[in-house]
Nanobody, 125 residues
Framework: QVQLVESGGGLVQPGGSLRLSCAAS????????IGWFRQAPGKEREGVSC????????YYVDSVKGRFTISRDNAKNTVYLQMNSLKPEDTAVYYC??????????????????WGQGTQVTVSS
């Protein structure tokens, strides 16, 4: 069975940093692009970043570009999201998912993507 498990969330002050991890199992990890998504209360889920199978290509939505860095270690079946210069508006539950891609300015997934359960990121003083 496909499993994705996010970790690394927490409470940080504005300007702080967090590193999220997405640990995958149950599938051929290195065959899949992996994305990070987030959802704040009362808002639609938003794709924030996507990384290609090899890690050679990355994409970020404008709101996180320059602050977030996605990476992957295929030997560890893990994708990371380094989040720097965090802002209160980054507060959300962050999810990782398979089969990400981007169209225009939007990061999304193919129809039958697998998702983790999410990890809470709260940016507040």
């Amino acid at each position: 069975q496909v499993q994705l498990v996010e970790s690394g969330g927490g409470l940080v002050q504005p300007g702080g940093s967090l590193r999220l991890s997405c640990a995958a199992s149950g599938f051929n990890f290195d065959y899949y692009a992996i994305g990070w998504f987030r959802q704040a209360p009362g808002k639609e889920r938003e794709g924030v970043s996507c990384i290609s199978t090899s890690g050679s290509s990355t994409y970020y939505v404008d709101s996180v570009k320059g602050r977030f860095t996605i990476s992957r270690d295929n030997a560890k079946n893990t994708v990371y999201l380094q989040m720097n210069s965090l802002k209160p508006e980054d507060t959300a539950v962050y999810y990782c998912a398979t089969d990400c891609y981007y169209r225009g300015v939007v990061v999304t997934t193919r129809p039958f993507a697998s998702w983790g359960q999410g990890t809470q990121v709260t940016v507040s003083s």
